[in-house]
């Protein structure tokens, strides 16, 4: 699955040259084969640690924002939406240490950056989504296409 997975966020970051929230929305809706429209995509456009600001870590927000769609899509009350994403935002800390692109991202940010230097954090999130999501029942685990 890590396979797969680095290959979808390697063609997302340099072929398509998107950022970190909108390389999780793809990569989740190929696992779980649910399209993410064109409107949702331009919405994660500035969502990279709000456009740059160095807050929140997109692969955080890429995530909340699918599992609210994919979950809204099956049935589920917001308020139960509201706690599973608590539950994979406190999980996401427990295993990476933050929710902020400032904390997270490798080497830190300097006028210097090489571009995507988040490409091995992004094949590593992208993996802990994975299994988080597969855990719940509305989710099913899916091979990438």
Same mark, same amino acid.
């Given at each position: +699955?890590?396979?797969?997975? @680095?290959?979808? !966020? =390697?063609?997302?970051?340099?072929? $398509?040259?998107?950022?970190?929230? %909108?390389?999780? *929305?793809?990569? #989740? /809706?190929?696992?779980?084969?649910?399209?993410?429209?064109?409107?949702? +995509?331009?919405?994660?456009? @500035? $969502?990279?640690?709000?456009?740059?600001? =160095?807050?929140?870590?997109?692969? !955080?927000? @890429?995530? #909340?924002?699918?599992?609210?769609?994919? *979950?809204?899509?099956?049935?589920?009350?917001?308020?139960?939406?509201?706690?599973?994403?608590?539950?994979?935002?406190?999980?996401?800390?427990?295993?990476? /240490? &933050? $929710? =902020?692109?400032?904390? #997270?991202?490798?080497? @830190?940010? &300097?006028?210097?950056?090489?571009?995507?230097?988040?490409?091995?954090?992004? !094949?590593? /999130?992208?993996?802990?989504?994975?299994?988080? $999501?597969? /855990?719940?029942?509305?989710?099913?685990? %899916?091979?990438? &296409?």
């Amino acid at each position: +699955m890590e396979k797969l997975i @680095g290959e979808k !966020v =390697r063609h997302a970051y340099w072929d $398509l040259d998107i950022n970190c929230a %909108r390389t999780a *929305l793809t990569c #989740l /809706g190929d696992i779980f084969q649910f399209p993410i429209s064109q409107q949702t +995509m331009a919405a994660a456009i @500035g $969502l990279h640690g709000a456009g740059g600001y =160095r807050a929140q870590c997109g692969l !955080v927000e @890429g995530a #909340l924002m699918f599992i609210g769609m994919y *979950l809204a899509d099956k049935g589920r009350a917001d308020a139960a939406i509201a706690e599973t994403c608590y539950q994979f935002a406190e999980q996401f800390t427990g295993r990476f /240490g &933050s $929710l =902020r692109c400032f904390d #997270l991202r490798p080497n @830190g940010f &300097s006028d210097n950056d090489p571009p995507h230097a988040c490409e091995a954090l992004t !094949v590593s /999130g992208v993996g802990f989504m994975y299994d988080f $999501l597969a /855990g719940i029942k509305e989710f099913s685990r %899916r091979e990438l &296409s």
